[in-house]
């Protein structure tokens, strides 16, 4: 099963991945279950646990694009976030072949693309509802999945890239309205074990998702092409 859960303070929720449910008691334990299809999944290189871990895990430093999350303050937020738009416009445009994957298992450039667009227009709802409920738990937003079926690396890449800079400008005056105190508000990611993030990590984490997946278009965007 995999996890489309939509974004609800009051749904159950999955693990990515996992493809079982935390729900209880809805569902029959002696029933038969019925076999999924099989679908070919192409995962980006970020869901590599054994390669860089989790990326959740990491909350410091990346080692592999170098962000720090302690250099990237509040205040610049707004800024970091807005710029998104024009460097990764800049980013395709740069790739000769935005469709291609560089290598069995690793996302092409637009796929890339259209994952980052989907993290600005989640963590801008997850913002919201952090804003709204104290201490929400946020649903995963099965980004594997999702790359398929919303069929990412057949979208067309002129509107994908107004679609992330309309998602970076919202979600960049969503931050530069936030105070300390709202900064300071929390909410719960539950995988791969609960911790508790503030408003002010979720924004820096989500600069972190811009940087690093720059840096998978510019290193995968001229690879030999592949069959993956």
């Known amino acids: 099963m995999m996890d489309i859960t939509p974004i609800t303070p009051h749904s159950s929720t999955k693990c990515a991945g996992s493809g079982a449910s935390r729900a209880t008691g809805l569902v029959n334990p002696g029933a038969p279950r019925a076999t999924p299809p099989r679908l070919r999944r192409v995962r980006h290189a970020g869901s590599r646990r054994a390669r860089r871990g989790h990326i959740l895990r990491v909350v410091e430093r990346c ?44 996302w092409s450039p637009l796929e890339y693309t259209c994952h980052v667009r989907d993290v600005l227009r989640v963590q801008g709802e997850r913002l919201a509802l952090a804003l709204r409920v104290e201490e929400p738990t946020f649903v995963p937003m099965g980004r594997d999945e999702r790359a398929l079926t919303e069929r990412y690396n057949d979208q067309e890449p002129a509107t994908v890239l107004a679609e992330l ?37 979720l924004g820096q984490h989500t600069v972190h998702e811009g940087e690093h997946h720059l840096l998978d278009i510019r290193r995968g965007g001229g690879a030999a092409a592949t069959d993956g």
Do not use: I, N
């Open 63 to 106: 080692d592999e694009c170098l962000f720090v999350y302690s250099e990237v303050p509040g205040e610049a937020l707004p800024a970091l976030l807005r710029g998104l738009g024009g460097r990764f416009t800049a980013a395709l445009g740069e790739v000769p072949d935005v469709r291609r994957r560089p290598a069995p298992g690793v």
């Open 165 to 201: 800079g309309t998602a970076a400008q919202e979600l960049a005056a969503r931050f530069a309205g936030l105070g300390p105190a709202q900064l300071a508000r929390t909410g719960v990611y539950p995988w791969p074990e609960r911790q508790v993030r503030t408003l002010l990590w």
